[in-house]
């Protein structure tokens, strides 16, 4: 019966297939449409069987992962960061992480622009690239110091950049990056890098970008490295900082310099400790180096000098007393303690009363009447055509000097006030010398004889510096309501 049933069901289904195929007889076109698609299932069946069909889903993901890199490689390097913060510290309180760039992202994640452009790579040009990005989350408040220049970074070849960065972008500015540590951290790592952060809070997290220097992100150096990772609360008030350290909050570290540590001083307590941002900003007789400060621009606490007596960064002269930005004698008067050049910066300063300008002195040929020691002169051009000549009488071997400054002995006469030095032997309306720019952002001038043969061991007789204002060509210059001009003499 059970074979005979089954006999009987396929002549039924036989039959009932060939009365489907007989009534359409190719007058439907829709059910035909139909059977072709059920061709069209047989065919993904077919795919499915053999694979063909699930490899594209598979591998639909993975395809994604090159159109991210060329559309944004910054964040697909941010998106592969690896996360330190489950890592624990080994026995010297650090993290060792092992890597190697080579096949980093050819990208720049951070600006850090050039040292001489107020960031951190070592050379006007130049970059960071096939970079390996890291996150790590603060366990306490404190700092954060990462380092390259351990046993396991290569040494010979790899030249390393870190940064640790808020955010991870092209743009983000760097909370601290480094380049090279120099020879002062021994010869063997002088081309590794190693940063220290600002106080950190407790559960913040940063970005760790360990990079190669080169001329472009595709040229960088590359190499195998060993990075430590360490928290270390800031230093409290009152205790030894070396140079560079984080004190705690509300002070900073005040007197360090070179391998002698200074002492993290509260804020407005003392000369060299940051202002308060509230009144008072500093206590007692010492007086803030900024007018108004905030926590974008502290300024530090000065004491006040008398003429005569010691200044610098730590102490402003009084009233129309002048601090010069070059190396001086003793107040006795004597110029034996001007430097070889007439130039070295900031050492044994002295307030000094400064010689008026007195006019009319607009022309080389017509100079105020000459000095023949080392003067500083105070002042100003108004309006903008307005020039101001200055002369000294030297002996023969004797070497000159001279800069404009603000009374601080700085650069911040005030925005758009750019002045133009040049030098004049007497008799000569050609210049032998000239300067714009200290240097780049810089809008005062200077030239001495390290850098100007022509006023390194002079023959003997006047020479005349004029200070006038940077034009346009055909326009006036900015005014300039005060200015200090400093003349330094060396005795041959």
Known sequence: M???????????????????????????????????????????????DGGATDAPRTDAPRTDAPRVDAGNPVAAACGAATDLSTRMPGADGAIHVMGDNTDGAAVE?????????????????????????????????????????????????????????????????????????GTSAGATHRYHSRVTSRALTMGQSVFIVVGGYGASPKEASTGAFEMTVSE????????????????????ICVGASGMNSGVCTADGTAPGAACRTAAPFCDGAFSCSVAAPSMASRGICRRTAAIGEACGPTATCASMGFCPN????????????????????MN???CTL?????EPNNTPAAPQAPVTQTTIFRGAITPGTDVDCYSVTVPAGASLFAETTDANGTCNLGEGE???????????????????????G????RLNSASTPALLRVAAGTYTFCVSPYAEMGAAGTPIPAYYLTIGVTAP
Do not use: H
């Open 2 to 48: 059970k074979t005979n049933l089954r006999g009987m069901l396929a002549t039924m289904l036989a039959t009932g297939l060939l009365a489907a195929c007989s009534s359409d007889g190719g007058n439907n076109p829709g059910t035909d449409a139909g059977v072709t698609t059920d061709m069209g299932v047989t065919t993904d069946m077919g795919g499915t």
């Open 109 to 181: 994640i951070g600006n850090l622009g050039s040292i001489a452009e107020g960031g951190c790579i070592n050379a006007a040009m130049g970059g960071k690239g096939m970079v390996l990005v890291y996150r790590y989350t603060m366990r306490t408040a404190g700092t954060l110091t990462v380092s390259t220049a351990n046993a396991g970074t290569d040494d010979a070849m790899f030249d390393t950049v870190v940064a640790i960065l808020p955010t991870c972008t092209a743009a983000a500015t760097p909370i601290a990056c480094n380049d090279d540590i």
């Open 232 to 251: 270390a609360p800031p230093i409290a008030i009152g205790m030894p900082c070396p140079v560079g350290a984080v004190c705690a909050t509300g002070s």
């Open 326 to 345: 070059f190396l001086t004698s003793a107040p006795s008067g004597s110029d034996a303690g001007v430097a070889a050049d007439a130039g070295a910066p």
């Open 348 to 350: 044994a300063r002295y």
């Open 354 to 358: 400064p010689s008026m300008e007195s």
């Open 418 to 440: 750019d002045t133009v030095l040049r030098a004049y032997r007497q008799g000569s309306a050609m210049p032998i010398a000239e300067n714009d720019d200290v240097a780049m």
């Open 442 to 445: 810089t809008l005062c001038s």
